[in-house]
């Protein structure tokens, strides 16, 4: 078990530009999930994935974001047209999902160490 | 709408006192609670969770109740070291019987400063 990966660690990027995200999950994690972290902020969920399907988005994913986990392994969170606010440390968490009930292991999420965008 | 309100920070301690940070929650539901840490350039790590009323979650010399009368889970330990610095996070999952996407919803956060 390598833990959730996520790649790159750091991106500094032109506002406009567009940047891409990669989280790779621990491999026997059907449930990942995107966050979005400011400074002094708890993490703020954007979207999760079970397997390859998307199954929640927030409203504050807006249509320059995209993600997708074709596979269902590995997932991108790419961003267009980047913007100074969308500045932030992008989180990568993953899961054992299933349907059990009220306490299951399966909601003990995983972290990644987070990508770290700066738009300037 | 399901959410959490943590006491604010930084919260700044001599080693060896005792910590307290208070964290109330907001659901409609049953949740799972928890507490989370960030240290210094690392991921956020689970700490401790309680998954139902009166519930006491514990780990590395840190605790927690499940207050559903005050819906509240306050973080507690005994005796801080500096080693424990860092950011810590109550969150909630709302869960419905059978059916539960595992989104978890965050406080804001609250810095411990522990010195020696």
């Known amino acids: 078990d390598t833990g959730v990966s996520q790649d790159p660690r750091h991106k500094i990027t032109k506002r406009g530009q567009n940047v891409t995200f990669r989280c790779d999950p621990i491999?026997?994690?059907?449930?990942l999930y995107w966050y979005r972290q400011t400074l002094g902020q708890g993490p703020e969920f954007l979207t999760y994935f079970q397997n390859e399907a998307q199954l929640e988005k927030s409203r504050l994913l807006s249509d320059r974001f995209s993600a997708e986990r074709p596979k269902g392994s590995f997932s991108t969170l790419e961003i267009q047209r980047t913007e100074q606010g969308d500045s932030a440390m992008y989180l990568c968490a993953s899961t054992r999902g299933s349907s059990g009930g009220a306490g299951s292991g399966a909601n003990v999420l995983t972290f990644g160490a987070g990508s770290r965008l700066t738009v300037l | 709408g399901n959410s959490v309100t943590q006491m604010e920070g930084p919260v700044t301690l001599s080693e060896e006192a005792f910590l307290t940070i208070n964290c109330t929650y907001t659901?409609?539901?049953?949740?799972?609670l928890f507490w989370y840490v960030q240290y210094p350039g690392e991921g956020l790590q689970l700490l401790l969770k309680a998954t139902k009323a009166d519930d006491k979650g514990s780990n590395k010399g840190f605790e927690a109740t499940y207050r559903k009368e005050t819906t509240s889970f306050h973080l507690e330990k005994g005796s801080v070291q500096v080693s424990d610095s860092a950011v810590y996070f109550c969150a909630l999952v709302e869960e419905h019987g059978s059916s539960n996407t595992g989104k978890l919803i965050f406080g804001q956060g609250t810095t411990l400063q522990v010195k020696p």
């Open positions: 491999s026997e994690h059907n449930r």
């Open positions: 659901a409609t539901g049953y949740p799972s």
